[in-house]
């Protein structure tokens, strides 16, 4: 079963926009899968293409996922932009700190749907923008179901819609989309002799090491 699981609305309001509306569609790439035991964290990411001087109005996205096998870590997943990376609400409260306007962050649930939340930047006043350095990274961390089956594949979906300045002509407003799948595959605890292995290894290494030092001695 799938269900939405986040919204994003980050809505920085623009005065003038007029005239027709262009559309295009951001690329998102590269696109990382997640990996990780039953009952642990698995980490996807979603690397939007916003093109630098991306003077950004508003942003719209949503990610979907397989219940009950993945639940949403909102804690531990990320938002990065401009050069930094941030915690999700932190990185939600630092694009309204760089918002050019006077803008504010609410969030909300939707009742009987737990596996959603409504996460909101709106713009209190006409007054200005965002400009992007570049794209935008979105890390979505997910916890797998205890007892999940090894080598299981749950997807995951990203969706959106942004608005921005068009520099052509100037002061004209255009709408783009941008989505893309990503998956999260439970893995397999390692045989014991896999981690024997693992163990001979890292001792070999460790023994060529001490040699090079005190050859070099």
């Known amino acids: 079963m799938i269900k939405t699981l986040h919204r994003l609305l980050a809505c920085l309001a623009f005065a003038g926009a007029a005239g027709s509306?262009?559309?295009?569609?951001v690329p998102v790439s590269p696109v990382g899968n997640g990996s990780a035991l039953a009952g642990a964290t698995a980490t996807t990411s979603f690397n939007v293409g916003f093109g630098?001087?991306?003077?950004?109005?508003?942003?719209?996205?949503s990610l979907t996922?397989?219940?009950?096998a993945l639940t949403f870590n909102v804690g531990a997943s990320k938002?990065?932009?401009?050069?930094?990376?941030?915690?999700?609400?932190?990185?939600?409260?630092?694009l309204v700190a760089d918002s050019a306007g006077d803008f504010s962050y609410s969030?909300?649930?939707?009742?009987?749907?737990?596996?959603?939340?409504?996460?909101s930047v709106v713009g209190g006043y006409v007054?200005?923008?965002?400009v992007l350095a570049g794209p935008v990274l979105l890390k979505a961390a997910f916890d797998i179901l205890p007892?999940?089956?090894?080598?299981?594949?749950?997807?995951?979906?990203?969706a959106g819609l942004s608005s921005a300045v068009d520099p052509n002509p100037p002061l004209f407003v255009r709408s783009d989309?941008?989505?893309?799948?990503?998956?999260?595959?439970?893995?397999?605890?390692?045989?014991?002799?896999?981690?024997?292995?693992?163990?001979?290894?890292?001792?070999?290494?460790?023994?060529?090491?001490?040699?090079?030092?005190?050859a070099r001695a």
């Not at 630098?52 to 996205?61: Q, R, S, V």
């Not at 996922?65 to 009950?68: H, M, T």
């Open 21 to 25: 509306v262009s559309a295009d569609v």
């Open 52 to 61: 630098t001087g991306y003077e950004l109005l508003t942003l719209d996205f």
């Open 79 to 94: 938002l990065a932009y401009n050069g930094s990376e941030y915690g999700l609400i932190a990185g939600l409260d630092q």
């Open 65 to 68: 996922y397989d219940v009950p």
């Open 127 to 130: 007054t200005g923008s965002l």
């Open 177 to 214: 989309s941008f989505g893309a799948g990503a998956s999260v595959t439970v893995a397999a605890i390692p045989e014991p002799g896999g981690w024997m292995m693992l163990l001979a290894g890292l001792g070999l290494v460790a023994t060529l090491g001490r040699r090079r030092l005190a």
């Open 107 to 119: 969030t909300s649930t939707t009742p009987g749907d737990p596996g959603k939340s409504v996460y």
């Open 147 to 158: 007892g999940a089956p090894v080598g299981a594949a749950y997807s995951v979906e990203l």
